[in-house]
């Protein structure tokens, strides 16, 4: 790769190096925003033979799509944007971006000093605007040619090194003053481009980094001693958020030598595994599965952010003898305050560790069966109260059953990811959620970041009120050069406010109703239209299996809109949660 080295302005030939460097660390796709003050970075990207571009013209979607794109290729993405409220447009996503662990490199423009604080137009403070969301920040002064590239190149390499580490967004801060377009001259040029670029010519004639980072990624484990007297214990595993390309079934492995029940989050890739204890959320439910569950003494949890509140809660409650939690992110994630070991590391390797370490653990094979034999007996109920009606608690029974070989499914925040993970029985193994922070904004445009970086079918389960939240980003779905489906539940508002509000006086039900569900009263149809994506509104379970195996099967993207009647998702799991007490 070579530097464009002919710039008429020393903004062009700052962005040259700055994107030329960050395709040197590993970048290969960059999302834009358009916007004057940030057309040095623009061009400099348009211009780079190596980046793969993505443009969208909201930025609040972009930030949620590079988001998804950086989950699903596990590289960082880089992001641009002009100055001003385009800024604050990616805070909702570079939170996300944080709790989730997903590296991104925000790159945005901003006015010069002398129009900070002073009425000058699209100009606010944007240093350190995102605070303590990002792991390093680095804020570039005006280009000048007084400063030399070397210093340049060296900051970012530094700045990038940082984040890197900690897993977490770069935000590079960018001011420019006018001229801003690569045909603008500057008024004068003390130093011509070859003399000013002399110094890192060893730099343009390489295709590394100026500064190459080594930093050891080693996993300090406990010693073998400690890891057997912790095994040697009435045990049980719990599976969080697991990235989907993580090997799962050495974590499968591990609970057989261990002897100890896995129950799994429906984010760990082993949801609905034959080999796991099904339907956890319900089990804790019932008086007689609790009984097993406080038999309980050690926890060893890997990946965090569940989404049963009732698995977290049992988890916050107990006295545990011990309780280890395995994550590659080395944020705490303990809302019990309970955690007797922290292990950050790459879970397939230090799982694998673990597993050579138990070699001599002699498993109590017989501890997992009553739980084994209540989740079945559970299943087996859920099983035969399976609705015959399309509703919320059919799809997310089903759905898992109807994905096609090598796609992967994305589960919207709120009632639509619970109903997967309280009523699927279906081993999903390639699951995306955005769960850091489990806002609804944003999914439609993170899961079509996936579905870009996957490259793959993708399937996004999303409730209503979070459609109509990012309504801006069908443009990106509609953009899907693979088969991307979004199964819209429309259930006329904010369904979830059945369950968290269940147990209110009928007096103020209508405050429910008006001040928490709000109902909308409106349907996808014409939104399709408008951004020209495919629409369906199948009214029986046949005619959605049809709509969807058709879906599946054909390039970009298509909705397929399901009515249900409102709160009928609340009562299914209040039945469900009843039918588990008796067990």
Not at 370 to 384: D, I, M, N, R, Y
Not at 432 to 437: H, M
Request: charged content about 15%; proline content about 5%; overall charge negative.
């Amino acid at each position: 790769m070579t530097v464009k080295t002919n710039d008429a302005n020393i903004n062009g030939i700052w962005s040259a190096v700055l994107i030329e460097e960050l395709w040197r660390l590993g970048i290969r796709h960059c999302c834009i925003a358009p916007g004057s003050r940030s057309a040095p970075l623009t061009f400099a990207v348009a211009d780079h033979h190596g980046m793969t571009r993505h443009i969208h013209f909201d930025e609040r979607g972009l930030g949620f799509f590079a988001l998804g794109l950086a989950r699903a290729t596990g590289e960082p993405v880089a992001l641009i944007t002009t100055s001003g409220t385009a800024v604050a447009n990616l805070y909702p996503a570079i939170i996300e971006a944080h709790q989730s662990g997903i590296p991104l490199v925000v790159l945005t423009a901003d006015r010069p000093p002398e129009l900070i604080d002073c009425g000058a137009n699209q100009a606010i403070d944007q240093l350190n605007i995102f605070g303590n969301y990002t792991g390093a920040t680095l804020n570039l002064p005006t280009p000048d040619r007084s400063i030399s590239l070397r210093w340049l190149l060296g900051s970012i390499d530094q700045a990038y090194a940082r984040s890197s580490a900690l897993g977490l967004p770069l935000h590079i801060n960018c001011m420019f003053r006018e001229p801003l377009y690569p045909h603008q001259v500057e008024a004068t040029v003390p130093i011509e481009n070859d003399v000013y670029l002399a110094s890192i010519q060893p730099w343009i004639a390489s295709l590394t980094p100026y500064t190459e980072y080594f930093v050891p990624e080693l996993t300090r484990l406990p010693d073998s001693g400690r890891w057997q007297h912790f095994a040697d214990g009435k045990g049980l595993i719990v599976a969080g958020r697991v990235m989907p390309e993580t090997d799962v079934n050495i974590i499968v492995q591990l609970s057989e030598r261990l002897g100890w029940p896995l129950i799994t989050d429906v984010q760990s890739q082993l949801h609905g595994h034959r080999k796991t204890i099904r339907h956890a959320d319900l089990l804790l439910a019932s008086s007689a599965s609790e009984s097993l569950f406080n038999k309980v003494d050690r926890v060893l949890q890997i990946g965090g952010y569940l989404t049963s509140k009732r698995l977290d809660q049992f988890i916050a409650r107990h006295h545990w003898q011990e309780y280890w939690m395995l994550d590659p992110a080395p944020r705490r994630v303990d809302t019990g305050q309970r955690q007797s070991v922290r292990l950050v590391g790459d879970i397939d390797s230090v799982c694998r560790q673990l597993l050579l370490n138990s070699e001599a653990i002699q498993a109590d094979r017989e501890w997992s069966t009553p739980f084994t034999a209540q989740a079945e007996k559970l299943g087996e109920l859920l099983k035969s109260q399976r609705p015959e009606q399309l509703n919320e608690q059919w799809l997310g029974a089903s759905l898992g059953e109807l994905l096609p070989p090598g796609s992967h499914l994305f589960l919207g925040n709120s009632l639509p990811i619970r109903m997967v993970d309280i009523f699927s029985a279906h081993h999903l193994p390639g699951v995306y959620a955005s769960r850091g922070v489990s806002g609804i904004d944003g999914l439609i445009a993170t899961a079509a970041g996936c579905a870009a970086g996957h490259q793959g079918p993708m399937v996004l389960l999303i409730g209503d009120i979070s459609f109509l939240h990012d309504l801006n980003s069908l443009q990106l779905a509609a953009r899907s050069k693979t088969p991307m489906v979004i199964v819209l539940i429309n259930n006329d508002g904010g369904g979830i406010f059945y369950v968290t509000t269940k147990g209110c006086s009928n007096e103020v039900a209508h405050v429910t109703n008006d001040y928490f569900v709000t109902p909308h009263g409106l349907t996808a149809e014409h939104a399709a239209e408008m951004f020209r994506i495919g629409y369906s509104a199948p009214q029986s379970i046949d005619d959605f299996n049809a709509q969807f195996h058709r879906a599946c099967s054909q390039a970009g993207c298509s909705i397929i809109e399901v009515f249900t009647e409102s709160g009928l998702g609340a009562k299914s799991i209040e039945q469900a949660v009843a039918m588990a007490k008796t067990l």
